[in-house]
């Protein structure tokens, strides 16, 4: 099975201060995928990249950045850290060539 | 913005029971429907995909799919208390891959 990594796991970080997470994959996947999870809920896309040094828009891009210095690593940036994006985010993965994406732990962020 | 609505929100079936869930999409540009299962504290799971009209089964699991209605269901039968968990369906269309979720059913399975 793919094999998709973040780190960390959980952080708890201050309002307006800048966060980042980090996503690894291991399986040579085109497309990488960055979403969030309020309790409770459903994943909502925020990025995405399907090439390194290109990243898009998904649903939820405010207040976030997105960067894919290479194929295996994609990160999410939080350059002012809010309340509101305490939540639990994942990174998914996937090859161009077949439609299933491999989910991450996911790493917990909780914004004080 | 295309939406996904699952229902029921939550589910209680007995040990051995049959569990019904319900997932409809608003874009009639859908590609494929996701089902996947999430156990509290980890990772989503995909369970089945489907992306033609009819009917798939694998084992305890079957999903059906009305592209004309853009429904999905998703049932299990003989269900487990390790079936106790969030379940999440999801669509995507084009070739980004990018998944639409609902926001779940969580299925409790009595002993």
């Known amino acids: 099975e793919a094999a998709v990594t973040q780190s960390p796991r959980s952080k708890v970080a201050v309002t307006g201060g800048k966060v980042t997470l980090s996503c690894h994959q291991t399986n040579n996947h085109d497309y990488m995928y960055w979403y969030r999870q309020d309790t409770g809920h459903g994943l909502r896309l925020i990025h995405y990249s399907y090439v390194a040094d290109s990243t898009e828009k998904g649903d939820i891009p405010d207040g976030y950045k997105a960067s894919r210095p290479s194929q295996e690593n994609f990160s999410l940036i939080l350059e002012l850290a809010s309340l509101s994006q305490t939540a639990v985010y994942f990174c998914?993965?996937?090859?161009?060539?077949?439609?299933?994406?491999?989910f991450g732990p996911g790493t917990r962020l909780t914004v004080l | 913005q295309q939406k996904v609505q699952q229902s029921p929100e939550s589910l209680i079936v007995p040990e051995g029971g049959m569990a019904s869930l319900n997932c409809t999409s608003s874009?009639?540009?859908?590609?494929y429907f996701w089902w996947y299962r999430q156990h509290s504290g980890k990772s989503p799971k995909m369970l089945m995909?489907?992306?033609?009209?009819g009917e798939k089964e694998e084992g305890r699991f079957t999903v059906h799919l009305n592209k004309a209605s853009l429904h999905t269901s998703l049932h299990i039968r003989d269900s487990q208390p390790s079936d106790s968990a969030l379940y999440l369906c999801a669509a995507s269309m084009g070739n980004t891959g990018k998944l639409t979720f609902g926001d779940g059913t969580v299925l409790t399975v009595k002993p």
């Open positions: 874009d009639r540009n859908v590609d």
């Open positions: 998914a993965s996937r090859t161009g060539g077949a439609p299933e994406q491999y």
């Open positions: 995909s489907i992306f033609s009209n």
